[in-house]
């Protein structure tokens, strides 16, 4: 028998046709009774208007994991039970989708910023002092930063090939 699929996490209607028949019906209890490998679950049955068995098997998420289960039908007529119906019944969890929003901080962009300078080199005199020997400079330059430019380098040659000769 194709095992019925019941949901794991919704409620399930199982609808049943039970004929009872006797020289003198009695007191009568239906159940489905569902087998569980560490424990059975029983679901009593009411019949409605039309003569059916109706069993109401609850979300049962967090009581059973997926799978295929061993059930039968028990109907107890008086002191007697009677098992007319044995099935297999496959439980699984409904579909869903769920969605988060996923909020990131923005990524700090990296600033440039560019000022423009303007240098104005003035031309340095050098003379040597022959009696001390020593370089003078008839300007003197106040300078921010420690950059030797090439007309520093190129005054300095000069002067010291004049002081060679």
């Known amino acids: 028998?194709?095992?019925?699929?019941?949901?794991?996490?919704?409620?399930?209607?199982?609808?049943?046709?039970?004929?009872?028949?006797?020289?003198?019906?009695?007191?009568?209890?239906?159940?489905?009774?569902?087998?569980?490998?560490?424990?059975?679950?029983?679901?009593?049955?009411?019949?409605?208007?039309?003569?059916?068995?109706?069993?109401?098997v609850p979300e049962l998420g967090n009581v059973l994991k997926e799978g295929t289960y061993d059930s039968h039908l028990e109907v107890l007529v008086d002191d007697r039970i009677f098992v007319p119906l044995e099935l297999k019944t496959k439980f699984e969890k409904?579909?869903?989708?769920?969605?988060?929003?996923?909020?990131?901080?923005?990524?700090?962009?990296?600033k440039v910023n560019a000022s423009a300078v303007l240098v104005e080199s003035q031309p340095t005199v050098s003379v040597i002092n022959s009696k001390t020997s020593k370089i003078s400079e008839s300007k003197e330059r106040k300078r921010k930063d420690n950059v030797i430019t090439d007309k520093d380098i190129q005054n300095l040659f000069n002067v010291l090939k004049r002081k060679k000769k």
Do not use: C, Y
């Open 1 to 56: 028998m194709k095992p019925i699929d019941l949901m794991l996490d919704e409620e399930n209607e199982l609808r049943f046709k039970v004929n009872i028949e006797g020289s003198r019906p009695g007191k009568t209890i239906s159940r489905l009774v569902l087998e569980a490998p560490e424990m059975s679950l029983i679901f009593e049955g009411e019949q409605d208007s039309e003569g059916e068995l109706v069993v109401i």
């Open 94 to 110: 409904s579909v869903s989708v769920t969605a988060e929003a996923i909020v990131r901080t923005p990524r700090r962009k990296p």
